[in-house]
């Protein structure tokens, strides 16, 4: 039993590259979130899904995409990334009221 | 803007003092949870409490919730150095399924 999986771990992007995170969880979980977190700063929710095949928008969704053609994957794209995307992006998943946290992704944008 | 908001955004104590946390939040939930994230590692749940209920303890924590202020605390009693890591509230909306995080507080305990 893994939980939470983000990978890859660590990226460097130049500008306006394309890459896409993903997150894997094998708790048969419902609800997945993806969520970026600044130096000194709370997680921000970007996207999460309620379940295979749906979608929906958090706090901050603009420059990214999601999709969750299965239930235990949930991806996020970047289509052509800036460096105000440059974080570290964590994904939960959550099944009633404990969210699991994977280790997180550190992405920097150049 | 975030839902929820933590104060102090830092804490600095000695070790075996309490330390309090303070969280509000700005919508209806179903629930406000309590997380802590070592530096640099994802988060993990501490403790959860319901929209009826007032009060919980989980070991040395205790956690309150007014939902008539929206607001939590956290409560470490007997605080040791490793409990020195940051502490985030997020609640759970009535509205839908967000999961939102408060900007949290950097809690340091000294030997």
């Known amino acids: 039993n893994a939980g939470v999986t983000q990978t890859p771990k660590f990226r460097v992007l130049k500008t306006g590259q394309s890459m896409t995170l993903l997150c894997a969880q094998d708790?048969?979980?419902?609800?997945m979130y993806w969520y970026r977190q600044d130096p000194g700063m709370g997680l921000r929710l970007i996207h999460y899904?309620?379940?295979?095949?749906?979608?929906a928008k958090g706090e901050v969704p603009d420059g990214y995409n999601v999709s969750r053609l299965k239930k235990q994957n949930f991806l996020l794209g970047l289509e052509s990334a800036a460096p105000s995307q440059t974080s570290v992006y964590f994904c939960?998943?959550?099944?009633?009221?404990?969210?699991?946290f994977g280790q997180g992704t550190r992405l920097t944008v150049v | 803007s975030q839902q929820g908001e933590e104060d102090p955004q830092a804490l600095s104590i000695q070790e075996g003092e309490n330390a309090t946390m303070n969280c509000s939040y700005k919508?209806?939930?179903?629930?406000l949870q309590w997380y802590r994230q070592n530096s640099g590692r994802g988060l993990v749940h501490l403790i959860l409490?319901?929209?009826?209920?007032r009060e919980k303890h989980s070991g040395r924590l205790r956690v309150t919730l007014d939902t008539s202020k929206k607001s939590s605390s956290l409560l470490i009693t007997a605080s040791r150095a490793a409990d020195t890591a940051s502490y985030f509230c997020?609640?759970?909306?009535?509205?839908?399924?967000?999961?939102?995080f408060g900007e949290g507080t950097q809690l340091t305990v000294n030997p």
């Open positions: 919508t209806s939930i179903n629930n």
């Open positions: 409490i319901r929209s009826n209920e």
């Open positions: 997020a609640t759970e909306e009535t509205s839908g399924s967000r999961l939102t």
């Open positions: 899904s309620v379940g295979e095949g749906t979608t």
């Open positions: 708790m048969n979980h419902e609800y």
């Open positions: 939960a998943s959550l099944q009633y009221t404990e969210a699991f």
